[in-house]
């Protein structure tokens, strides 16, 4: 028999998940502000502690509490891909062409390489591996959406699979390949055998065939898509990541974890066994950071020290705990709302630092405590003001429209799994839009 927890609203039971974003989002904001106007005390800080792992992780783990439930909710893989493609997409080509065409390029956020090779940048960013592909993001902080996307892909093929309720031993999997294999898988690697041109070409067909078979509708062809999704997703994070094996394989770990803090709340699985499964992906979270991220990981993952990642790591898990003991109190207003907006903070903060460092060339640099205050206040205020409109503008049409398509082929869910019970009903009957959305990045 399925438990049930007693909840005040749908409202107040994703408040605390907003909270937890809209505070990575902002972290994550200042902490590459930081690098702009406070270079010596940002330096410091990140000896000891990176800002920018707090608020991947923090994040990484509320996109693993909610987005299986959001897939479950309707037991539909169709529907699940046009709410999530229509969720990404129209936020990050509107960023991305307005950061390529607002701002010189020498001040650009937009890579070099978007300028230097357009067509195969543009091809590799469409895919949303481009981290995995040997080339940069177009927008630095899309790089988190590579993870995001293999996540997709593995969270699709357990659902079809039925193994969809194995949370807790995925992450234990990931989590000790980690420790164990970290650093033998660093010395895997793609690209001599393939150039950087054959393998976006090869991941661009991979990923079309696999999208227009979940899209399909039918069984067979979107458990086939799952599959090569999946598979192409692991071999490039394994074999050819930008970011060290153990790092990205801890990443996927961290995010079944939250699943597995998911089903646990839900009553899907024992409380004592989601302790065990959380432990152990913390405990090799932190061995392997003390034990890996070494002078030539920190080329990859821009981390300092192995104090400053670890310190991180547990940090963004203590932040995503807090928030969890106290999801059923009554969450600050400012800090939901800016949840509610921080898949355009991730992406407008990084072009909005290169615009300031553009203007600051014409007005000179600030010298001086009070100075330096005036700008981050006044970048903190356009940040908000434009990623409320870019969040009206942009994604809730976007939102909506996803909306619209499914609910014309609104129906009973498709064989592979149940829908979830209590708020995510009361949210759908509702009509209102309660899942997060992508977060914070560091890089």
Request: with cysteine.
């Amino acid at each position: 028999m399925r438990s049930r927890i007693s909840v005040p609203s749908a409202a107040a039971r994703f408040g605390w998940l907003d909270v937890v974003r809209g505070i990575a989002a902002l972290t994550v904001a200042l902490h590459h502000l930081s690098g702009e106007l406070f270079v010596g005390f940002g330096a410091s800080v990140r000896e000891w502690f990176d800002p920018g792992i707090f608020g991947v992780m923090a994040f990484f783990l509320v996109s693993g509490y909610i987005v299986p439930a959001s897939l479950e909710r309707r037991g539909d893989v169709r529907g699940f891909w046009i709410g999530r493609l229509l969720r990404l997409y129209p936020l990050c080509v509107v960023v991305f062409v307005a950061a390529a065409m607002l701002v010189p390029q020498r001040f650009s956020a937009v890579d070099v390489s978007v300028h230097e090779h357009p067509l195969l940048a543009a091809v590799a960013n469409a895919t949303m591996l481009q981290d995995l592909l040997g080339l940069r993001s177009g927008l630095p902080v899309m790089w988190t959406l590579t993870y995001e996307m293999v996540f997709y892909y593995l969270v699709t093929l357990l659902f079809m699979t039925g193994a969809h309720r194995r949370s807790g031993p995925v992450a234990v999997v990931f989590a000790g390949a980690a420790l164990l294999l970290g650093p033998w898988a660093a010395a895997w690697s793609l690209r001599p055998e393939f150039t950087v041109r054959q393998l976006t070409a090869g991941t661009a067909l991979v990923v079309a065939v696999g999208l227009l078979f979940l899209l399909t509708g039918r069984r067979a062809a979107q458990l086939a898509g799952a599959t090569l999704l999946a598979g192409l997703g692991l071999v490039l994070m394994i074999a050819n990541g930008r970011s060290t094996p153990w790092e990205s394989m801890l990443i996927l770990a961290t995010m079944f974890s939250g699943t597995v803090i998911y089903r646990a709340e839900r009553g899907q699985i024992r409380q004592g066994a989601a302790w065990a499964y959380c432990g152990f992906v913390l405990a090799a979270g932190t061995a392997a950071g003390l034990l890996y991220d070494d002078k030539q990981a920190q080329i990859r993952t821009w981390t300092a020290s192995p104090i400053a990642w670890v310190s991180a790591f547990l940090a963004g898990w203590a932040l995503f705990a807090a928030a969890l003991l106290l999801r059923r109190r009554r969450m600050p207003a400012a800090l939901t709302w800016l949840g509610l907006v921080s898949f355009s903070v991730y992406l407008l903060h990084r072009p909005l630092i290169a615009a300031m460092s553009w203007l600051m060339e014409k007005v000179g640099h600030p010298h001086g405590t009070a100075q330096q205050l005036f700008w981050v206040v006044a970048f903190l205020s356009v940040l908000l003001m434009l990623s409320a409109l870019t969040y009206h503008l942009v994604e809730l049409p976007g939102q909506r429209l996803g909306r619209r398509l499914l609910d014309r082929r609104s129906g009973p869910p498709a064989e592979g799994g149940a829908v979830a019970s209590g708020p995510y009903q009361v949210a759908a009957q509702r009509g209102r839009h309660l899942l997060p959305r992508i977060g914070p990045s560091r890089r």
